[in-house]
């Protein structure tokens, strides 16, 4: 009975999809046409069958069989009104639809290839084709007018009879004898034939097999079948067709889905005066119920038999179903941009790696954390990589992020995932994340990240052996307590304490983390399976946890091939849109993706009118016509809000206005009684109604837990039962029962923010604080060692803080005790296992705020503590706008110099950040003389090279080893004096060069003297060496032996990527005039990024700008190299670095004045960009000499390479007027002065310029000495300048030759070109101007190689107008 239930409901529903796409919806004709002998009535794809188009021509159909079945026994055998040669009818036939009777209705079928156990039938087959054979005559083509049109009103009557015909199993005498009786003619009736079952029961009407159609021995069914045909008074009113058939069927124990849809069907009788408002009028509708009974047969086809079962498959109140309603639009985009980034997906050959991000953003309860749901099970089904963070109203968002990535790494953990070893390819995978990350970065990092990611620590224990290696050798040099610059935890993880004795840069804590996460990110996205990060509730995130997840897409959104696989990255976040202001920072962020990703924002909306009638009609397992006017109702109510609909519908069953009738196996309802029912303007108000109905144990645990969001079950038993409710645990249970509340181990959590939100509105607001102060008493009592135990100190403060005592309920030994708590809340937010530094300000602020009013007189200590602690934490984290005030409230209440010095050095840093460094250098220079550490107050050039001629000899012959075997410094004072010589000397580069070199003398001093310390005497011997290299041309060799030995005892260093970050510039500095600039660039890199490691903002800025500025002068990409500026630029911009943007300005002017490309060199409009000229202005005005020298050696490498001499060498003079100190390119100064003095020389016959030449040259010559491979080819050009300044042609063109054959030897491209030219235009200026325009256009070509085309455009203009020259005058004019 079963199977050929489910087997006529394959029948019916293939039928009635062959009608809807035959028949003109809007007019249907009553007939379908053949043309030919070719045509049939095989069905195509969907949608692409039209009447009296050939089979032949419909794509994937053969005449008369199906291809798209690849089973030969399908469709096999031809219908008995064809033979193998094609079909019998005339040219042109016509089919009634009046004609049609079952036996004549051939369907095929075919079984699912991949065939599965848990299958149901109805899903396992499928027709494949539908065949209707006429059982009249043909009608002639002059009668094809004459043919009735029939509505579709009339087709669903006729197609109710047929399947009544079909689902009674040919019981056709009944509806024949009904008709009879009533004696009523409709249009439209079809003659059904009485089919005998001896002739059923050898037909095979499907590829099912043989069915016995002959089962009909029910005493039930033989009554009732007896009653409807039995009734012959006339006076008896007689129940229509749809009722009978109805009875009738019931009667034969068939689904009421069955029974409804044919009486509904025959309910379209046209003329019947009892036609429902539930009668099927049409087609679609009727494929609409079928499909259902095919797809979801539990609930559309098989019915309920009791009100447990009916009501478990509503999912309201036990599970979720997990079923979207309305939303198949927005989850059509998230699943496209799955796909596209599937391994097996469109971009599965493409070898970069793919980014998408999508944005859903809607009003709170709108759906969207439902369709993320969905996204989120594809995504687990297949086994990819996922992040999952959900921030909330009272969790830190750092902290939830942390927490995400925490549980990502915990999967992986074996005893997380039953004891099942991971796969293969996954443990490869894993084990490269982990090896990846902890080379990465240095040991401080891998410390931190241990600390925030307990998961990552359990998981490569390997990681944690390293920072223990590193913290060995530390502590046995001597300065394990100062190797971190933010703070430390105890290596047990018992304690933690934070060491402010050093805060590093400006935003170094901050970018240290957001460093690390761009590891992360970058690192989880090699696993080789697409990655999925999910951010919900965008709305409680924060701006620096924005910028983590926003330039941790950014900065890995350039995928190499070699580094990644196949695949992409999925962003998906949500947010609720009415609370995220148009111009706020979360809108911002995410258009900052939108350059280098792809970012789609959706929009949720309510649900539409029906969308909620499509979702009571799967709720109620009925068809949708049943429930449009309870949808009108529901949707009138609840305006489409999903949670509210839901809520609503469980609130109707609850009080009984929806109730399930066993008798009629449905469920009822009565609309005008839900119509009377008053519900609440909002969802929130309706869910606090609903709330209050609960038992008032329930209430008071779920205000406890609103207070918190969410709560563990040890802070339950830490809050106190007598306090607040006896029964707590059991009364959350209930709640979880109730659905308010779900638990997942040992959290309690509500199920929605709105279930939060309203059980929070039911505590009277003059009642809050005093429960918010409640539960931070409660939790603060339990420990006497509160301020040691992170969790429950925070969880106590958060409460006070929430309180903020505006009443004034606390006194002062309250006050001061939460004072003190939010001081160790907040040493604990800026330990290394939080590095939450916003979280932590806010602590410092709030203990603040609750001292005393005189509280730097009777609570100096905790005073001094918390102001000290919150300028440090707005320092690390970038937020330097309110550390001025509060500087200067430590200085003017301190009561000793001591208390002074933390203060004073963040100062100077502040104003060093603000680009004042004059101002911090005088800062630096005051306290380092109340060390007893003074310094001359006007430098010069003099006082320099005696320094350096008494401290040369000393270091003669240093070594690593004799460096390391001094003894270890522990004077206090000298460490201090060391701490601030180290701060003065990178503030020093800025504005008094010679300075930073007189403070590395006296470092190195120190550490002869005084012993050596690993975090100060390495920069000093460093910058020494620095000192040396500028200031003794005879020292250069000592110079690069000490810079070797500091770079060696920087590898061994625990704190080498702080120490490299630092000194990598000035070992560039000094290895310039020994390697090639090639190795060095490198090095700067390298600089670069250990800067970016330990979160060293400024360093980072500096290396990148020494690195980029020296490309300028080696690259072979001169467009490459502007591009990567550029991004430089906006780099810098954004972290509010002025004085190192300008810098980087000059060297983007240089890049411009070559390229030509000013107008179109992607430069952020929001950057005001300068001139050289402004910047030079600049400079003048902030004394900030670093940015004039860099200003003019930019001006004169324009002017140089146009041929502008005289304004190259004006700029020379003024420079060395105002540049006493030397600098880095004063190598490139000399050589543009030397080639433009020479050619001066030549033109205006002044010894003036011979002799600024000549010096040029022997100056370049030395440095030959020094190193061939960068500046042969300088000095080479600069003797065939002076050669052919003194006439010697024959040696000035052998000169010109051999520049530039080094030039290329040693790829300086742009050296190469500019020789070429200077080559060329001393050919056609002695006369040989065939071989010097053959020169000029080999250096045009090279200048275009090189993408100087603007320089290139130069030379081509120069080469026309010697051309046109010749052509007028001849080659005497030269």
Request: charged share 20%.
């Amino acid at each position: 009975k079963k199977d050929y239930l489910e087997c006529a409901i394959i029948i019916a529903s293939e039928l009635t999809s062959h009608l809807v796409h035959v028949v003109n919806d809007e007019h249907l004709n009553a007939s379908f046409s053949s043309m030919d002998s070719s045509h049939s009535f095989s069905k195509g794809p969907r949608g692409s069958h039209h009447v009296g188009q050939p089979v032949s021509e419909l794509p994937g159909i053969r005449k008369g069989v199906d291809s798209s079945s690849n089973d030969p026994s399908i469709d096999s055998k031809p219908p008995p009104w064809e033979s193998t040669g094609g079909c019998h009818l005339p040219s042109l036939i016509v089919v009634q639809i009046e004609d049609i009777v079952l036996k004549n209705v051939r369907v095929s079928v075919e079984r699912a290839k991949t065939k599965n156990s848990k299958m149901p039938l109805l899903a396992e087959f499928r027709a494949s084709d539908v065949k209707i054979q006429p059982s009249t005559s043909y009608s002639e083509l002059d009668d094809i007018f004459a043919i009735p049109q029939l509505s579709q009103q009339d087709v669903c009557f006729a197609l109710g009879k047929l399947f009544f015909d079909l689902f009674s199993e040919c019981e056709s005498s009944l509806l024949a004898d009904i008709e009879s009786k009533n004696n009523e003619k409709s249009v439209g009736d079809l003659q059904i034939e009485d089919i005998g079952p001896s002739e059923e029961k050898n037909s095979t009407p499907t590829d099912y097999g043989r069915i016995d159609l002959n089962d009909e021995h029910d005493d039930d069914f033989q009554a009732v079948k007896r009653a409807l045909l039995s009734s012959n008074d006339p006076t008896v009113s007689q129940p229509t067709k749809a009722i009978q058939a109805n009875d009738y069927l019931q009667a034969r124990n068939l689904p009421l889905s069955i029974c409804r849809l044919i009486s509904d069907l025959l309910g379209a009788e046209k003329g019947d005066p009892y036609t429902p408002d539930t009668a099927l009028l049409s087609l679609e509708e009727v494929k609409h119920d079928l499909m259902h009974m095919i797809s979801s047969p539990e609930r559309f086809l098989y019915d309920s038999v009791c009100p447990r079962q009916a009501l478990d498959k509503t999912c309201l109140f036990s599970h979720v179903d997990g079923k979207l309603y309305g939303r198949e639009n927005e989850l059509g985009i998230l699943m496209n941009m799955v796909e596209h980034i599937s391994p097996h997906g469109p971009t599965s050959q493409r070898k970069e790696f793919s980014y998408e991000a999508a944005f859903l953003g809607g009003h709170s309860g709108s759906g969207k954390s439902s369709i993320i749901k969905r996204v989120v099970s594809h995504w687990k089904v297949n086994g990819w990589s996922m992040v999952f963070c959900k921030f909330d109203r009272q969790t830190s968002p750092l902290s939830t992020l942390l927490l995400a990535f925490d549980a990502f790494f915990g999967q992986f953990i074996p005893n997380q995932v039953d004891g099942i070893n991971l796969g293969r390819n996954l443990q490869h995978a894993v084990d490269r994340i982990s090896s990846s990350i902890v080379n990465s970065i240095d040991s401080d990092s891998v410390h931190q990240l241990c600390e925030l990611l307990p998961s990552f620590r359990r998981l490569f224990p390997s990681a944690m052996h390293y920072v223990k290696h590193n913290s060995i050798c530390s502590i046995q040099n001597g300065s394990f307590a100062q190797h971190s610059n933010i703070g430390a935890s105890c290596m047990n993880g018992t304690s933690q304490t934070v060491n402010t004795s050093s805060p590093g840069n400006v935003g170094s804590g901050r970018h240290r983390l957001l460093n690390l996460f761009q590891i992360l990110f970058k690192e989880i996205c090699c696993t080789g399976h697409p990655v999925l990060i999910c951010v919900e509730d965008l709305q409680w995130a924060d701006e620096f946890t924005m910028d983590i997840i926003v330039q941790s897409v950014r900065s890995n959104s350039a995928m190499s091939e070699v580094e990644y696989a196949r695949g992409g990255m999925l962003l998906l976040g949500s947010f609720r849109d009415n609370e995220v202001p148009e111009d706020g920072f979360l809108i911002g962020k995410i258009k900052l993706l939108e350059p280098s990703v792809n970012v789609t924002m959706l929009s949720i909306s309510e649900l539409p009118l029906q969308d909620v009638d499509y979702l009571l009609s799967f709720k109620f397992c009925v068809p949708k016509r049943y429930t449009r006017d309870l949808a009108h109702l529901v949707y009138q109510k609840t305006r489409g809000n999903p949670i509210f609909v839901i809520e609503f519908i469980r609130s109707i069953i609850q009080r009984n206005l929806v109730t399930f009738s066993v008798k009629s196996r449905r469920w009822t309802w009565d609309d005008t009684t839900i119509d009377l029912q008053m519900i609440s303007e909002g969802v929130v108000e309706f869910l606090t109604k609903k709330l209050k109905q609960l038992p008032s144990d329930v209430i008071e645990a779920l205000k406890v837990i609103s207070c918190f969001g969410q709560v563990n079950v040890s802070t339950i038993h830490l809050l106190g039962f007598v306090d607040f409710v006896p029964n707590m645990l059991e009364s959350l249970e209930s709640a979880v029962k109730e659905g308010i509340v779900e638990r997942a181990g040992p959290i309690f959590a509500f199920c929605h923010d709105m279930l939060q939100e309203s059980t929070y509105s039911l505590i009277p607001p003059d009642e809050r604080e005093a429960l918010h102060k409640q539960i931070g008493m409660n939790l603060a009592l339990q420990d006497p060692d509160i301020t040691h135990n992170a969790e429950l100190c925070t969880l106590a403060v958060d409460q006070i803080n929430i309180c903020k005592d505006v009443n004034g309920t606390m006194g002062h030994a309250e006050r001061a005790l939460f004072a003190r708590l939010n001081l160790a809340a907040g040493k604990h937010s800026m330990s290394t296992k939080k590095s939450n530094f916003q979280r932590a300000r806010g602590y410092f602020e709030a203990g603040i705020s609750l001292l005393h009013a005189d509280h730097w007189t009777k609570q100096y200590t905790l005073s001094l503590e918390l102001y000290e602690c919150l300028v440090v934490s707005s320092f690390v984290d970038g937020k330097v706008e309110a550390v001025s005030s509060r500087l200067d409230d430590v200085l003017s209440n301190a009561r000793s110099f001591n208390d002074t010095l933390k203060a004073r050095e963040l100062l100077a840093k502040y104003l060093a950040s603000q680009a004042r460094y004059a101002d911090a250098t005088d800062e630096v220079l005051n306290i380092l003389s109340c060390l007893g550490e003074s310094f001359p107050e006007k430098m010069t050039a003099s006082l320099v090279a005696n320094e350096i001629s008494t401290m040369a000899p000393m270091l003669e012959g240093m070594t690593k080893d004799k460096i390391l075997n001094l003894p270890t410094m522990t004077d206090r004072t000298k460490l201090q004096a060391m701490k601030f010589m180290d701060l003065l000397t990178s503030l020093s580069i800025f504005s008094s060069p010679m300075l930073m070199n007189l403070v590395s003398f006296r470092m190195t001093r120190l550490t002869f003297s005084c012993g050596y310390s690993d975090q100060y005497s390495i920069p000093g011997l460093m910058f020494m060496a620095q000192g040396l290299e500028k200031y003794s041309d005879d020292n250069i060799w000592l110079a690069t032996q000490l810079t070797r030995v500091a770079e060696s005892l920087m590898k061994d260093n625990p704190n080498a990527h702080a120490l490299r970050a630092r000194l990598a510039f000035m070992m560039g500095s000094v290895l310039l005039f020994v390697e090639p600039f090639q190795s060095v660039v490198e090095k700067l890199m390298d600089g670069y990024n250990s800067a970016t490691i330990v979160g060293d903002v400024d360093n980072a800025m500096n290396c990148g700008l020494s690195y980029w500025g020296l490309m300028m002068f080696i690259t072979s990409d001169l467009m490459e190299g502007q591009k990567e500026l550029c991004n430089f630029v906006h780099r810098m911009f954004e972290r509010k670095r002025i004085g190192f943007l300008h810098s980087a300005m000059s060297y983007f002017d240089g890049y411009t004045a070559l390229i030509g490309n000013e107008d179109s060199c992607s430069i952020n409009a929001g950057i005001e960009m300068k001139t050289n000229k402004q910047l030079k202005q600049i400079a003048e005005q902030t004394q900030n000499s670093f940015l004039m020298h860099q200003v003019t050696v930019n001006q004169m490498y324009i002017h140089c390479y146009y041929r502008e001499y005289l304004s190259c060498a004006s700029l020379a003079e003024n420079y060395h007027i105002i540049q006493t100190a030397k600098r880095t390119l004063d190598f490139m100064v000399i050589f543009f002065l030397g080639i433009s003095a020479l050619n001066l020389a030549r033109a205006s016959k002044e010894d003036k310029w011979r002799t600024i030449g000549e010096g040029a040259m022997e100056s370049m010559e030395r440095l030959v000495d020094c190193s061939t491979w960068n500046f042969e080819n300088k000095h080479i050009l600069l003797q065939a300048e002076l050669y052919y300044l003194d006439g010697r042609n024959k040696m000035a063109k052998l000169a010109y030759q051999a520049s530039i054959s080094s030039a290329g030897d040693h790829k300086f491209v742009q050296d190469q070109s500019l020789a070429c030219e200077l080559y060329g235009i001393f050919l056609v200026e002695n006369e040989e101007a065939e071989g010097g325009l053959e020169q000029l256009q080999i250096a045009h070509d090279k200048y275009k190689q090189w993408g100087a085309l603007k320089k290139a455009t130069d030379v081509m203009n120069f080469m026309n107008m010697i051309k046109s020259a010749s052509m007028s005058f001849g080659p005497s004019l030269f």
